[in-house]
Nanobody, 129 residues
Framework: EVQLVESGGGLVQAGGSLRLSCEAS?????????IGWFRQAPGKEREGVSWFSVSNNITSYADSVKGRFTISSDNAKNTVYLQMNSLKPEDTAVYYC?????????????????????WGKGTQVTVSS
């Protein structure tokens, strides 16, 4: 059974940093998994933040986080990280780790069109002004 477990959320002041972790387990396929992050703020729709291609080491980011967030992985630990710098109050949201076995177009991650196979339970990030 595939499981995605997030950690690292918390409360931080604007301009600060946090690093989220997503520990993945149960993957048995050699397919090109895409693992990344979504977030959902209160009263808003869930939005794609960033994704990482396990086999190709390709990354992609939403325009709202480019230059501030960095996604990376530690294959030995089966963990994907999201380093978040220069945080803003508008980054406040529940952040979800997600995995997709087939992402026909990477842009779909950011426009609500990606087929997500597995979700984590989420971790809260709160940025105070």
């Amino acid at each position: 059974e595939v499981q995605l477990v997030e950690s690292g959320g918390g409360l931080v002041q604007a301009g600060g940093s946090l690093r989220l972790s997503c520990e993945a387990s149960g993957f048995t396929s050699d397919d090109d998994w895409i693992i990344g992050w979504f977030r959902q703020a209160p009263g808003k729709e869930r939005e794609g933040v960033s994704w990482f291609s396990v086999s190709n080491n390709i990354t992609s980011y939403a325009d709202s986080v480019k230059g501030r967030f960095t996604i990376s992985s530690d294959n030995a630990k089966n963990t994907v990280y999201l380093q978040m710098n220069s945080l803003k109050p508008e980054d406040t949201a529940v952040y979800y780790c997600a995995a997709s076995i087939w992402l026909v177009d990477g842009r779909l991650w950011f426009v609500g069109g990606a087929d997500i196979d597995y979700w984590g339970k989420g971790t809260q990030v709160t940025v105070s002004s």
